[in-house]
């Protein structure tokens, strides 16, 4: 069984993230303390603006009490590290997890369908031999009988034959894709859209977490994302991650990201001198033009 390292494990939850920015307004607020002592030895604080920072203090204060309760609350929650690294480590094994079994099943029917349709073909060629055969013995389409029973011939191509020997008869059988519908009805009742079996492997994935981890830090706000907070491609795709990088918003700080791409271009707003066309460019300018938009509506409907 595939051992995670152990001792490693970080809660991050909205509890959590709601304690951080709490403690961030605290700690904000304390700073703003030694301005006002200092605004205050200088004569100049107000006694309402002293009541006021008193007040914003105070809750957040309180704020910080309550949000450091509930995230000890939910990490309390938590089993012991070893027994969840151990429970996560299993799951990575589980061979019932794979696609696997499912991936050969519908090899399997789909090679079924293949020998329903080839059995039909089989049966509606030794039909059509059975009309040679019996027309090469002289018999005529209708008229003959034998011990009692009429044989009638009805032929009409190799999917619409029929034999009639009194009162039983053999005939082909068309397609069999109405039969194959009505036995897996119960089971494509339930699909709503095309999905090809080939991207069954993309349902387990476990892999991944076991790979090499590339890692940034951020060195400025971006995404709802703080400067400092580190992202990595459990998240994020690597050509993410390496966009930002390779456009100063990020340091890399572990693991591979791709060169930045040559046919790669980047358009700074109001530059268009690598354009062969620049008075089409949408610049930050020209983007909430009402003039330029009406032009475009009238020139696509004069055209039309």
Known sequence: MTKIQKHTIDLRSPRTEALEAAE?????????????????????????????HTDHLNLATMRVDA??????????????????????????????????????AISRLRQALEDVTTANETRNSAIAGWVTRLRELGIPDTGLTVNGDEIHIQSAGPTGTTITIGGGRVSTIGSVAEYVRHTTQALSDGARMAVDPATLPSSDTRGRALSDITSIRLLKDLGGNKAGTVLTNRTHLVSVLARMVHNGNAELIDGEIPEPSKYERTFIPGDTSRLPDPQHVTTFANMHDDTIVEKAVTAAFRDR
């Open 24 to 52: 961030a307004e605290f700690e904000n607020l304390t700073a703003q303390t030694d301005t006002l002592k200092a605004s205050a030895l200088a004569g100049n604080l107000r006694a309402e603006t002293l009541a006021a």
């Open 67 to 104: 949000a450091r309760h509930a995230a000890e609350a939910e990490l309390n929650n938590l089993a012991d590290r070893n027994t969840i690294a151990d429970a996560i480590a299993e799951l990575l094994d589980d061979p019932a997890l794979t696609t696997t079994p499912i991936e050969d």
